[in-house]
């Protein structure tokens, strides 16, 4: 989008710059579009650098314009701005209240709008005419320019506020498993400590054995807790315990039936039923928001393959389609904020998150999970 924008940006810079020099030429003769040019040029180009420094970019566009302004006055020369430097502006103005805080955005904008506004009844002579028409098409220029801006920020903002409130709910999620998490793992110290309180009584000897086992399964509690509670900052955001969500095999199984266009493969290890439940509930939800895009996304694929492998101490959760190629190099498939929550419990656990276009066709979304 930016690289069109600014093809666009480019082609009506050129055409402006030749249709107006002809008309100085034609009109006033000799070299007097010759200045105008120039800075319509010169402009140009620093709106076309406005993204990777959107402040400086738009204070030297407005030097530009105020000399040309002050040029033209003293020398006589044809209105300032031309159209092409009201169109640079208009551009730079864009960005900046697009990207900048809310003071330096409305600082140049106000500083735009009298250049544009004020500039053509300044520099014109009193032979000279048309500067009002020159003034009004600046003002319009800087309304269509500035308008544009805050309809984008709004539109950033937004998103911005979408993706946290993906977050926040992912927090609450995990919040309600947080009760289960704890339920399994004291549950089983509970246990050990029973078993030790008959051990004390029947045979001593084996007393420390059942205190280890407490021990470890202690351990493993506060390990489980801690990398589950890592992601929640809101501490009364806390809900009720949530149920156990059904298995991936039942998933999956609803997922390729559900119109019978597509295949399902899955591959899953024999023991997974065995993994701690933070990490079996976000291998279930990774595999879930994958599945949802795939149906969402990618309803030509006709294979999908969801595989779950140990491989050392890590998990490994990949999850492809056989799709239409996905395009390399750009936002590949459009969607929701599904991937900005499968990040947040990914990470969460210590591990990465990838995903983008498979090799050939398709996508892919692949995480790595410490186990």
Do not use: K
């Not at 950033?156 to 009760?179: D, T």
């Not at 190099?329 to 419990?345: S, T």
């Amino acid at each position: 989008m930016d690289r069109t924008v600014d093809g666009a940006l480019a082609a009506g810079a050129a055409v402006l710059l030749g249709g107006t020099a002809f008309a100085l030429a034609e009109s006033w003769g000799g070299l007097s579009w010759l200045p105008g040019l120039a800075c319509g040029a010169a402009a140009t180009a620093i709106a076309l650098l406005r993204r990777r420094a959107p402040a400086p970019a738009a204070v030297a566009g407005l030097v530009v314009a105020v000399g040309a302004v002050v040029a033209a006055r003293v020398a006589g020369l044809p209105v300032e701005p031309q159209p092409t430097l009201g169109l640079a502006l208009a551009a730079l103005v864009a960005t900046a209240v697009r990207r900048l805080a809310a003071r330096p955005a409305a600082a140049i904008a106000g500083a735009a709008l009298a250049v544009l506004a004020g500039g053509p009844l300044l520099s014109a002579r009193p032979t000279s005419g048309g500067a009002s028409v020159v003034a009004v098409a600046g003002v319009l220029a800087w309304v269509a320019g500035a308008g544009a801006g805050l309809w984008l920020r709004q539109l950033e903002q937004r998103r911005v506020e979408a993706a946290e409130a993906v977050r926040r709910e992912e927090r609450l999620a995990l919040a309600r498993e947080l009760h289960d998490v704890v339920a399994h793992h004291v549950t089983g110290i509970v246990v050990q400590a029973q078993a030790a309180r008959v051990v004390a009584r029947r045979r001593p000897e084996g007393l420390e054995e059942s205190i280890a086992g407490i021990e470890a399964a202690g351990t493993e509690a506060l390990a489980a807790m801690r990398r589950v509670v890592g992601l929640l900052r809101d501490a009364g955001d806390a809900a009720p315990a949530t149920s156990e969500p059904e298995r991936i095999e039942t998933l999956v199984e609803r997922f390729g039936g559900r119109d019978g266009a597509r295949e399902v493969r899955l591959d899953l290890p024999p023991d997974a039923a065995d993994w701690p439940p933070e990490l079996t509930s976000t291998v279930y939800r990774i595999v879930q928001e994958a599945l949802t895009n795939v149906a969402r996304h990618a309803v030509q694929a006709g294979v999908v393959t969801v595989r779950v492998a140990l491989d050392g101490d890590e998990v490994t959760v990949e999850v492809t389609d056989d799709g239409a190629p996905a395009p390399r190099g750009g936002l590949g498939r459009p969607g929701g904020f599904g991937l900005i929550g499968m990040r947040e419990r990914v990470e969460a656990l210590g591990g990465r998150l990838l995903a983008g276009p498979g090799e050939g066709r398709g996508w892919s979304v692949q995480a790595r999970l410490p186990r």
